[in-house]
């Protein structure tokens, strides 16, 4: 029809426009040459003027275009340009059926057939065919196939083929997007670029690769762990005295601003263990720090616990499986076997729990940082000292606490040197200081010292 220079511009042509275009190797188009056929393959997706709606029983996803589709085709040059005679296509696809391969083939006869026959009165010898069928594929297949833009899936397997699709889509309109990164200040194409996993915030920010692996890198080596987080989003610090819930609070301090498994495959393997590690050891550090009763290094491989339960005396540590008491350190010994007095809370805190004043949320926040059983069981110990200060204040008691262990002693009998049973601590009596003892007498003996001739005041019979 032509002697083939038509085809040749062509190709050129469509070359430029598609690299992705493959043709058979005996093709050269630099020196102007054909083979006797023609073959060549090119990749396109079907995008839509709206959203094609893919529905499958309960699911429902939204695509903006079709991947997974390969136009193969084959030339005759002396046929060129007639899509009757001159140009053989096969559309394969990971979705389309033999009716939806039909109906395109159907479609694009109607559309070119006639310009692109000889025999016709509207033939062109000039019609890039293979131009106007490949722009015809991507742009106007949705609207044959899916009219209604709705596709309705037979099966979850169906569905899932959508769903893949959908993602490889974004992927490509991603590589080949534009992107500044807020580092480098370079604009760059998508395939060069990361998506941070940012939370809370309608807005997607990226970096580059080469900025993302710097940037973090030396966060992590130099052990800023804070920092770790995307540098576009504003930044609040977890308050923890605002939490009234222990599990959240905790669940909150622990979930890292940027997840551990965004870094594999861009960092080494000993940079990610140390982020792990160390981001740890703060979260841990912060807590134990809010809340005194909730996490403690193991004695045996000095890495932190943390306490499921605020009100537990009995923890186990996660990395060597360890399980031993809060309070004393030791090996775990059970409920009933009691190894000492915990660290106390402060008197302002149990009194301020105890306020009828103190709002209901205040009480909960406190809860969440002390424990609740252990708040309740300090508030009775509390208010039992207080009854017994004044029960020793009662003129004419017989009632002393040791200065040392704050035992409350009675005196029955005997002077007011007085010698705690439990810590053996040696005090006066009348006044309750620690006296001296080499010479615990010269309290009474001394004239210096207030109890100064009071050793035997109110013995029975004195």
Not at 91 to 107: L, P, R, V
Not at 133 to 159: G, H, M, R, W
Not at 166 to 171: I, L, V
Not at 270 to 281: A, G, I, S, V
């Amino acid at each position: 029809m032509n002697d083939g220079l038509n085809l040749t511009d062509d190709l050129q042509v469509l070359c430029d426009m598609y690299p992705e275009l493959t043709l058979n190797e005996h093709t050269d188009l630099n020196n102007g040459k054909t083979a006797e056929l023609v073959s060549g393959a090119l990749d396109f997706n079907i995008n839509f003027q709206e959203s094609l709606k893919v529905i499958f029983e309960d699911y429902q996803l939204t695509l903006e275009g079709l991947t997974s589709n390969k136009l193969l085709f084959t030339v005759d040059p002396q046929g060129y340009p007639s899509l009757r005679t001159g140009v053989t296509l096969e559309i394969s696809s990971q979705w389309m059926t033999e009716d939806d391969i039909m109906k395109i083939m159907d479609a694009l006869d109607k559309e070119f057939g006639d310009m692109t026959d000889p025999t016709t009165d509207k033939f062109d010898a000039y019609t890039p065919i293979l131009m106007l069928v490949f722009t015809f594929l991507q742009e106007d297949t949705a609207s044959i196939l899916f009219p209604d833009n709705v596709k309705n899936c037979l099966s979850k397997d169906e569905y899932s083929i959508y769903e893949s699709m959908k993602e490889d889509f974004e992927r490509i309109q991603h590589n080949s997007n534009n992107f500044d990164c807020c580092i480098c200040m370079e604009t760059k194409k998508g395939r060069h670029m990361v998506e941070l996993p940012c939370k809370n915030t309608d807005s997607r920010h990226y970096l580059c690769k080469d900025c993302l692996k710097s940037y973090y890198s030396t966060l992590i080596e130099e052990g800023s762990i804070e920092n770790i987080r995307c540098p576009e989003c504003p930044y609040k610090p977890i308050n923890l005295e605002k939490y009234t819930d222990y599990k959240k609070m905790k669940q909150s301090l622990f979930m890292p601003q940027i997840p551990f498994e965004f870094f594999q495959n861009i960092l080494s393997d000993e940079l990610c263990q140390r982020y792990k590690d160390l981001f740890y050891t703060q979260a841990a550090t912060k807590l134990s720090s809010h809340c005194p009763f909730a996490c403690k290094i193991c004695p045996r491989c000095d890495y932190w616990c943390i306490k499921e339960d605020l009100d537990d005396s009995l923890i186990q540590c996660s990395k060597c499986s360890f399980a031993f008491c809060f309070i004393c350190s030791h090996s775990w010994h059970g409920y009933t076997n009691p190894c000492g007095k915990a660290e106390k809370i402060a008197n302002e805190i149990i009194e301020e729990y105890m306020e009828d004043s103190t709002t209901r949320t205040r009480k909960k926040e406190l809860e969440t940082k002390y424990g609740k059983k252990r708040l309740q069981s300090e508030c009775e110990e509390y208010l039992a000292d207080k009854m017994l200060d004044l029960a020793i204040e009662e003129k004419g008691s017989n009632l002393q606490r040791c200065p040392s262990c704050r035992l409350v002693i009675e005196r029955s009998e005997g002077c007011n040197k007085m010698r705690c049973a439990v810590c053996h601590t040696l005090f006066c009596f009348i006044c309750g200081s620690i006296l001296d003892p080499d010479d615990p007498y010269s309290h009474f003996r001394e004239i210096i010292y207030p109890c100064y001739g009071r050793l035997f005041e109110g013995m029975p019979g004195t």
